[in-house]
């Protein structure tokens, strides 16, 4: 994971253009001090799930890397030159939509933290921008704003264009009035590269899912209109529906879901 990348004065000097000097460089401490946690505790989650979930995209040590190996993966896609930030929706005080006592947060962190093992595992340079249950909104401290839900969305973007990310997938969960509402829905920013990540990721998902629904562009999302990567937003389902619950709820749905989504990431990145 790179973190040459990210430095006090790359942060301090773009912040510098928007405010006074002493404020601009009281915010790029606070900025960084959050993208620094971020980091970090990606790294941790890494080390703990690996050794705790026993991944089979995991390398053995001492094996000898066979011709599939991620190293020649990794060399053949150049996806060592590409961070994919994955957005874990929701979180904290927010939980998102609801079924039950089934919250939206805890299945979207479930299937991120899966998702980033995969990517990782195959040599990707991925970020998951969060480890726990807590909201982003938490850690940012430098916007000035009484809307929770602003700073939150805020603190996302603002993690998406300082990293730099190459690709954003924002993780979530549906929810419609009839249960009949079900399957995946991949959201894009209205732009070319959005829109053949989302078409790759959607492909994976309706294999997955046996159905053929194509992606749509998500006109009114903070996310797909501020940030300046590859921006795809995830719905990995519909709560409210009962076959979708048994995917979205369950280890093994998990990991499918999140194998589909990282089959997607893989074939956009060999497209581009």
């Not at 991944?55 to 990794?74: E, F, V, W």
């Not at 005080?93 to 979207?108: P, V």
């Not at 909201?135 to 401290?141: F, I």
Request: aromatic share 4%; charged share 20%.
């Amino acid at each position: 994971m790179r973190t040459t990348d990210i430095s006090d004065q790359h942060i301090a000097e773009r912040l510098e253009q928007s405010g006074p000097g002493g404020q601009a460089r009281s915010l790029a401490r606070e900025r960084l001090s959050g993208i620094h946690r971020i980091i970090a505790a990606s790294g941790l989650i890494l080390l703990l799930l690996t050794g705790a979930a026993g991944i089979s995209h995991a390398a053995t040590p001492g094996a000898a890397p066979k011709a599939s190996q991620p190293q020649d993966r990794q060399h053949m896609l150049g996806h060592d030159q590409r961070i994919i930030l994955i957005d874990a929706g929701h979180g904290g005080i927010d939980g998102g939509t609801s079924y039950g006592d089934i919250l939206e947060k805890d299945i979207t962190l479930a299937i991120s933290r899966r998702l980033f093992l995969l990517l990782r595992a195959d040599g990707f340079d991925a970020i998951l921008n969060r480890t726990g249950d807590y909201a982003p909104s938490d850690e940012n401290l430098w916007l000035r704003s009484r809307s929770r839900h602003l700073r939150d969305l805020a603190q996302r973007k603002e993690l998406a264009e300082t990293l730099p990310a190459n690709v954003v997938v924002s993780i979530h969960i549906n929810w419609a009035k009839s249960p009949s509402k079900h399957g995946p829905l991949v959201l894009y920013r209205q732009e070319g590269r959005s829109f053949l990540l989302a078409k790759t990721i959607q492909d994976q998902l309706n294999q997955l899912y046996k159905m053929k629904t194509a992606p749509v562009p998500g006109k009114p999302f903070y996310l797909l209109n501020k940030i300046t990567a590859t921006t795809v937003i995830v719905e990995a389902g519909f709560i409210s529906s009962p076959a979708d619950r048994a995917k979205l709820c369950t280890p093994k749905g998990q990991e499918e879901i999140a194998e589909a989504v990282a089959n997607g990431i893989a074939a956009y990145l060999m497209e581009v």
